[in-house]
């Protein structure tokens, strides 16, 4: 019985590394190559431990938890780039089936344990998945800044596009995570990091 879970853990390990070859559309801070979806998780997992203190009264590990579960389903289904309409219409079916196919590769209890956190993530309705769905949405600023808005100019990102991704931060996180999300995209703004419609 040990034996048999053990492998069935070592065999999700072993799935999960292929989300170091899922390539999301935001360069990696000094511009040089877009990131990976492990990249990002992991960059998630750290903020969430840096920036703990401002989450008053979330569970960290839970969150870590859902930052390092969160885009596994990219895996089978694909990273989604968070400005495509278009991938947006059939994310959800796309993500429900990769779930499926990812997490039953565990032990029972951790299988429901890890499809409860994701789901947990994509509903954003506690203190955690608020706090992990304000990380998802300040990392990729923090890079897109980092680079004066690499991805944001190749992608065609407006600033109207880029305060609508971030009402969960808005209207959710501590005020001063949110007036620094805020203050990000104005100094964007600003300086023409952001896509100009003509």
Same mark, same amino acid.
């Given at each position: ?49 840096? $920036?703990?203190?401002? &989450? *008053?009264? %979330? @569970? ?6 859902? #930052?390092?579960?969160?885009? =596994? ?43 409860? $956190?994701?789901?947990? &993530? *994509?509903? %954003? @309705? ?6 992990? #769905?304000?990380?998802?949405? =300040? ?35 501590p005020e001063i995570i949110a007036d620094f999300v805020r203050s990000k995209i104005e100094h ?11």
């Amino acid at each position: 019985m040990e034996s048999n879970r053990l492998e069935q853990q070592i065999k999700f390990i072993l799935e999960i590394d292929k989300l170091k070859t899922v390539i999301r559309q935001n360069f990696i801070s000094d511009g040089s190559r877009r990131e990976n979806d492990s990249e990002h998780s992991w960059h998630m997992a750290m903020m969430a431990v840096v $920036l703990s203190e401002y &989450f *008053e009264g %979330a @569970d960290v590990l839970r969150t870590i938890k859902m #930052a390092l579960m969160h885009d =596994l389903v990219e895996i089978y289904a694909g990273d989604t780039f968070a400005y495509d309409e278009k991938g947006y219409l059939d994310k959800e079916e796309r993500e429900q089936k990769a779930a499926d196919k990812l997490f039953s590769l565990l032990p029972p209890d951790q299988e429901k344990e890890f499809r409860e $956190l994701w789901q947990e &993530f *994509e509903r %954003a @309705d506690t203190k955690e998945a608020v706090f992990a #769905a304000s990380l998802d949405r =300040l990392q990729p600023l923090l890079l897109n800044s980092a680079t004066e808005g690499k991805m944001w100019k190749l992608q065609k990102v407006t600033k109207d596009k880029v305060l609508k991704r971030n009402e969960i931060v808005f209207e959710n996180a501590p005020e001063i995570i949110a007036d620094f999300v805020r203050s990000k995209i104005e100094h964007a703004d600003r300086n023409n990091y952001l896509y100009r419609e003509e």
